[in-house]
């Protein structure tokens, strides 16, 4: 049987960073931001599922296809487990992935009144607003984050302005930063 290496944070030369967050509260926009600034590459979980065809079957209630989990973790195994790391991956959720994959997560949140003025834009059936401002209103996503990763990697970031995008933006640069000196000090 063929050993496969399963890079960790101890053994990552980069730091691996998942953004997540409700739909509409700027995850692509800031995952692309982050990964052209630090030279990372950029997972956004929803493009990769279209593109490769990692859907199950199509859900009615919610009008959209249901992921099929498997397939998506082992279609980005490979890049994940690298011990190059330097990937920002995008995704609304954060509890499918396993936990050794991220070094720095970060949940985006945003007002209600925002949140709802931007998927209603987005054209979200009332059903599809209603449930993703509750699970804002409610904390859903950072209570997941918390729940999966160690408390101490997992960061709440507002994202409502332009202004708030430049500062999440450079504080995520800086956790990279801050995870590239402990790893070289490690080393020394």
Not at 160 to 171: D, L
Request: aromatic share 8%; proline share 3%; net charge negative.
């Amino acid at each position: 049987m063929e050993h496969i290496s399963m890079a960790t944070p101890e053994t990552r030369r980069k730091p691996n960073i998942l953004i997540t967050g409700s739909p509409g509260t700027g995850k692509s926009t800031l995952g692309q931001q982050v990964a052209e600034k630090l030279g990372f590459e950029f997972i956004e979980i929803s493009k990769e599922v279209r593109e490769n065809q990692l859907q199950g079957e199509f859900d009615e209630q919610y009008n959209c296809h249901v992921l099929d989990e498997d397939k998506l973790l082992d279609h980005i195994s490979e890049r994940m487990d690298s011990d190059d790391g330097g990937i920002v991956v995008d995704y609304h959720g954060c509890d499918l992935f396993p936990e050794r994959w991220f070094d720095v997560v970060v949940v985006l949140r945003c007002s209600t009144e925002k949140h709802y003025d931007r998927l209603q834009t987005r054209g979200y059936s009332d059903f599809k607003i209603k449930e993703n401002v509750e699970c804002e209103i409610f904390g859903t996503l950072l209570e997941e984050a918390k729940e999966s990763y160690k408390e101490e990697i997992v960061h709440e970031l507002q994202s409502e302005t332009p202004e708030q995008m430049e500062e999440n933006v450079e504080k995520i640069c800086e956790l990279a930063a801050a995870f590239k000196n402990e790893q070289h000090g490690m080393e020394q």
